[in-house]
């Protein structure tokens, strides 16, 4: 089983729509949590750490369960500039970074 | 403000051949990390130096050397390159203040090993 999964994607939806990704991790021990986007053929930068209360940013919104292990990233009104791959990202030990291997998503004019 | 520079951006290897690929960031950061990344497998780390004179090996290190040169650089050096190693080769390097942390990323090499 992978470190930390997630929804395999892709996902293609209209502009407008709401979109959500989950995501879930294997080590209990872990940290710290972030979302990071990837546009095609760029490194990927940081959208938005994931703290346990939830956390707003816009449009974006994140959830961290740590009793289930699950992190959930909720995009809403979809822009076509949304269209990326979404990384979940996991801090272990306070030294390495684990990535998901990502959710593409696609939104359609 | 430069942020995290790798170099090169593109690189076409024979099999066997070496090459290094080099990474600096100018942010003062203590951790400094080498990803490669391939189709449907997202990142995967290869090595990683929490501070100048340590690295450790991550997940996928072999056929891989690393050295951190200062506290700015930290080089990946392939001794006989394979088509294996064909990927996207990310460098970055961590932030930590508090509880804030945030990894910074280079702009990529793509290597292609024929």
């Known amino acids: 089983r992978k470190e930390v999964e997630q929804d395999p994607g892709p996902f293609n939806v209209p502009e407008g729509a709401t979109v959500a990704f989950n995501c879930t991790y294997s080590?209990?021990?872990?940290?710290?949590f972030f979302w990071y986007r990837q546009d095609c053929r760029k490194e990927p930068k940081l959208l938005m750490s994931v703290y346990s209360s939830g956390n707003e940013d816009g449009r974006f919104t994140a959830q961290l369960n740590r009793a289930s292990q699950y992190i959930s990233l909720l995009i809403r009104d979809s822009k076509l500039s949304d269209s990326a791959t979404y990384l979940c990202?996991?801090?272990?030990?306070?030294?390495?970074?684990?990535f998901g291997p990502g959710t593409r998503l696609s939104v359609l004019p | 403000n430069a942020g995290v520079t790798q170099t090169p951006k593109f690189q076409v290897l024979k099999t066997g051949q070496s090459m290094t690929l080099q990474c600096a960031q100018d942010?003062?950061?203590?951790?400094m990390y080498w990803y490669r990344q391939d189709p449907g497998m997202g990142l995967r780390l290869i090595y990683y130096?929490?501070?100048?004179?340590?690295?450790d090996k991550g997940e996928v290190p072999n056929g891989y050397n690393v050295s951190r040169l200062n506290k700015r650089e930290f080089s990946l050096r392939l001794e006989s390159a394979a088509p294996s190693q064909t990927s996207v080769y990310f460098c970055a390097s961590k932030s930590r203040q508090g509880d804030l942390t945030e990894a910074f990323f280079g702009q990529g090499t793509r290597l292609t090993v024929v």
């Open positions: 990202v996991v801090d272990n030990y306070g030294q390495n970074f684990v």
């Open positions: 942010m003062n950061h203590n951790s």
């Open positions: 130096s929490a501070s100048e004179g340590t690295t």
């Open positions: 080590n209990s021990a872990s940290q710290s």
